[in-house]
């Protein structure tokens, strides 16, 4: 299985966009579907969006702000955050479906939003 590596993430003011990339060390692409998810502080893990052949799935709290996208030229997974609201502040993680079946997961990469 490929490595993931996660990047982007700072400090940016409500309202503001941001895009995360996850760096694979190997392709990915005979990998059908990958994920971003995210941890606020005090909450569990959720998924944030999923992309795969038969489209994009997307968490309503982000559904039409965010954007997942893929290159697997580059080997790359990236997630646009537009309009970005406080409550998007958290670490957020990308993640293949190898990677969830192992309960295996990366650094990631902190996202804070806030004036």
């Known amino acids: 299985q490929v490595q993931l590596v996660e990047s982007g993430g700072g400090l940016v003011q409500p309202g503001g966009s941001l895009r995360l990339s996850c760096a694979a060390s190997g392709s990915i692409s005979s990998i059908n579907r990958m994920y971003w998810y995210r941890q606020a502080p005090g909450k569990q893990r959720e998924l944030v969006a999923v992309i795969g052949s038969g489209g994009n799935i997307y968490a309503d709290s982000v559904k039409g702000r965010f954007t997942i996208s893929r290159d697997n030229a580059k080997n790359t997974v990236y997630l646009q955050m537009n309009s970005l609201k406080p409550e998007d502040t958290a670490v957020y993680y990308c993640?293949?479906?190898?990677?969830?079946?192992?309960?295996?997961w990366g650094q990631g990469t902190q996202v804070t939003v806030s004036s």
């Open positions: 993640n293949s479906p190898i990677g969830l079946g192992r309960g295996s």
